[in-house]
Antibody
Framework: QLQLQESGPGLVKPSETLSLTCTVS??????????WGWIRQPPGKGLEWIGT???????YYSTSLKSRVAISVDTSKNQFSLKLSSVTAADTAVYYC????????????WGQGTLVTVSS | DIQMTQSPSTLSASVGDRVTITCRAS??????LAWYQQKPGKAPNLLIF???NLESGVPSRFSGSGSGTEFTLTISSLQPDDFATYYC?????????FGQGTKLQIK
């Protein structure tokens, strides 16, 4: 049973870079059976897709965020990461990592989410 | 980007009611649509993938239909556990996009 866990600072200063890691257990980050994604949710608002990475290393990003975002994989630690640069208060949100199997292609396994607040 | 529009934004219903939530795409997404349920303080939970396929463990009172640009999520007989917010998501094309959500509340 795949499990995901987000980790990273809960507070980031404006203009700095937000960095989060998602640790995968119960499966391999290099498996061709999955792809890995990040989704966020500002307080009281809806879900916003950030981006995804395939086992091949191919990445796809939100149009509004692509100039500031990077998703990468660390195979040695079975983790994937999110970096979002030049953050503002508008980036305050609960950040979720999630995975989709090649069966459903929808996000069928999610981390619990981590709140990141952008404030000085 | 493909825009996803859900209606209604809020839905009031009673236990035992049959309810339908609609999701419209700004262009055809074939059948590449998923539905998620989210409860306060929790991560979303996949209910239905590829328009009408029930995720394992999801009660059969949930069903999905549609194709192209118009899709529906139906709950045949509302249970107390079903009061939550529901989101549709297209994964036909990048960037993936979510609907704005439908909050299902107790009447």
């Amino acid at each position: 049973q795949l499990q995901l866990q987000e980790s990273g600072p809960g507070l980031v200063k404006p203009s700095e870079t937000l960095s989060l890691t998602c640790t995968v257990s119960g499966g391999s980050i290099t498996s061709s059976s999955y792809y890995w994604g990040w989704i966020r949710q500002p307080p009281g608002k809806g879900l916003e897709w950030i981006g995804t990475i395939y086992y091949s290393g191919s990445t796809y990003y939100s149009t509004s965020l692509k100039s500031r975002v990077a998703i990468s994989v660390d195979t040695s630690k079975n983790q994937f990461s999110l970096k979002l640069s030049s953050v503002t208060a508008a980036d305050t949100a609960v950040y979720y990592c999630a995975t989709a199997t090649v069966t459903s292609l929808a996000y069928d396994c999610w981390g619990q989410g981590t709140l990141v607040t952008v404030s000085s | 980007d493909i825009q996803m529009t859900q209606s209604p934004s809020t839905l009031s219903a009673s236990v035992g009611d049959r309810v339908t939530i609609t999701c419209r795409a700004s262009q055809s997404i074939s059948s590449w649509l998923a539905w998620y349920q989210q409860k306060p303080g929790k991560a979303p939970n996949l209910l239905i993938f590829k328009t009408s396929n029930l995720e394992s463990g999801v009660p059969s009172r949930f069903s999905g239909s549609g194709s192209g640009t118009e899709f529906t999520l139906t709950i045949s007989s509302l249970q107390p556990d079903d009061f939550a917010t529901y989101y549709c998501q297209q994964y036909n094309d990048y960037p993936y996009t979510f609907g704005q959500g439908t909050k299902l509340q107790i009447k």
